[in-house]
């Protein structure tokens, strides 16, 4: 517990987290000047996916969400995935550099904030537990903890990973959802979320199957509206 605290702390706002550059204690989540400004937050998204849409790209909806029906109510993602973001990403994960969390979940309570979204609970995506195992951490979960602590809203930790299924990137939208059948489960406590509101909590956002898979699974218990987080998203392309 105590090198966990620390490994929140101590790297926190010494060091910009992409150039590694020295940085005053000031900066918002914890990026020097030239790497925020390189960032590609998402000001305009589809209003249904997230993905970022073009200022000049009149419709609420991307072309691909005007025929696609998902379960979630809306998705948001806070920045354009490109090679800084995945950097950042993959160390995350598999550099178990575990302090990211804290400037993560930072951005994604302002983004939030900025999408004026309500909610009851937040619940992380979860991983199998081999996979868990091997990593060290469940990285959803982790930023859920700290979103937790921001937005003064409970984590539930309640969804179970019962099949340890392929890595999702390399299949198409379609393997996806056919890899996802029947993968996850809701153990406990699900008195809490009936006629609730949810935020789930995830990485990316990539084509949505694993959130709308859970979310399905969620409006079967009793949820009312269920909204996605994410970090980070690719390019929407119409």
Known sequence: ?????????????????????????????????????????????????????????KDEFCINCKKEDYFFERALSCVEYDDN?????????????????????SIMKDKLEYESIDFDYIIPVPLHKKRQIKRG????????????KFTNKQMLDILYRNKH?????????KDRKNELKGVFTIKGNQHKIIKKNILLVDDIFTTGSTVDEISKILLACGVKKIYVITFATGKNIY
């Open 165 to 173: 299924t392929k890595f999702l990137s390399n299949l198409t939208k």
């Open 85 to 105: 973001i995945h950097k950042l990403i993959y160390s995350f994960k598999y550099g178990r550099k575990t302090y990211l969390a804290y400037p993560i979940a």
């Open 137 to 148: 951490f469940n990285q959803s979960q982790l930023i859920s903890e700290i979103l937790g």
């Open 1 to 57: 517990m105590i090198s966990t605290l620390l490994d929140y702390i101590y790297p926190r706002n010494i060091k910009c987290i992409i150039c590694k550059n020295p940085i005053p204690k000031t900066n918002p989540y914890s990026l020097c000047k030239n790497c925020f400004n390189e960032i590609h937050f998402i000001k305009k998204g589809c209003i249904k996916c997230g993905k970022p849409l073009t200022l000049f790209y």
